[in-house]
């Protein structure tokens, strides 16, 4: 599985939109973005994924450049409950194994 | 979202002793994983499991750890004789359409 580099860690005021970077300069064409949360030390939960097209959903928005080795989360509006570990994950789709290769994410603190 | 339900939250046994975590995953859904996550580091892999058989496992992954379904339901993680440097969370996970992986809550792990 490629590689992904995130900041360690980022701020953003509730009620503002977080954004969060993540480079993944060797991604293959067969390989998805996805990303994940861990809240304190909860199971990690899944936000989104997508290959090369942006996607959104009810919890984020993933932007993802055109040349695929970088993307962004985005949280429109973050609240307190937002505050987590976000991990940004890069995997083939096919298969049968399919593990996730976690890193160390990105501490997301959201202030009041 | 799907739930999935580990069992217990909380083990606390002696070094050496047998333990078994046991995670429900998500019906009619095929592909199981564990993960685990050492205070203060990262999720590891550890093993991912289909049709009744492992399909891959990590180096962690020793022969003192196995992997069954049982009963069809159930899945269940057993580390033969506990060592200290097996405290930790331990993740079940499901893998679901889109190959996103649901996680369960996890099983704190206190070996003394």
């Known amino acids: 599985d490629a590689k992904t580099t995130q900041p360690p860690s980022m701020d953003c005021a509730e009620g503002r939109a977080a954004n969060l970077p993540c480079n993944h300069s060797t991604i293959s064409g067969n390989e998805y973005v996805y990303w994940y949360r861990q809240i304190h030390s909860q199971g990690p939960q899944y936000i989104i994924h997508?290959?090369?097209n942006n996607e959104t959903n009810e919890m984020a928005s993933l932007i993802i450049t055109e040349d695929r080795k970088s993307s962004t989360l985005i949280l429109p509006h973050a609240t307190l409950r937002d505050t987590a570990v976000y991990y940004c994950?890069?995997?083939?789709?096919?298969?049968?194994?399919?593990?996730?290769?976690f890193g160390k994410g990105t501490l997301l603190t959201v202030n009041p | 979202e799907p739930e999935v339900t580990q069992t217990p939250s909380h083990q606390v046994t002696q070094m050496g002793q047998e333990v078994i975590l046991r995670c429900v995953p998500i019906s009619n859904h095929l592909y199981f994983y564990w993960y685990r996550q050492i205070l203060g580091q990262k999720v590891e892999f550890l093993v991912s499991f289909y049709n009744n058989e492992i399909s891959e496992k990590s180096e962690i992954f020793d022969d003192q750890f196995s992997v069954e379904r049982p009963d069809g339901s159930n899945f269940t993680l057993k580390i033969r004789s506990t060592k200290l440097e097996d405290s930790a969370m331990y993740f079940c996970a499901n893998r679901a359409q889109g190959n996103i992986q649901y996680f369960g809550a996890g099983t704190r792990l206190s070996v003394l």
């Open positions: 997508g290959l090369k």
């Open positions: 994950i890069v995997s083939n789709s096919g298969g049968s194994n399919y593990k996730l290769t």
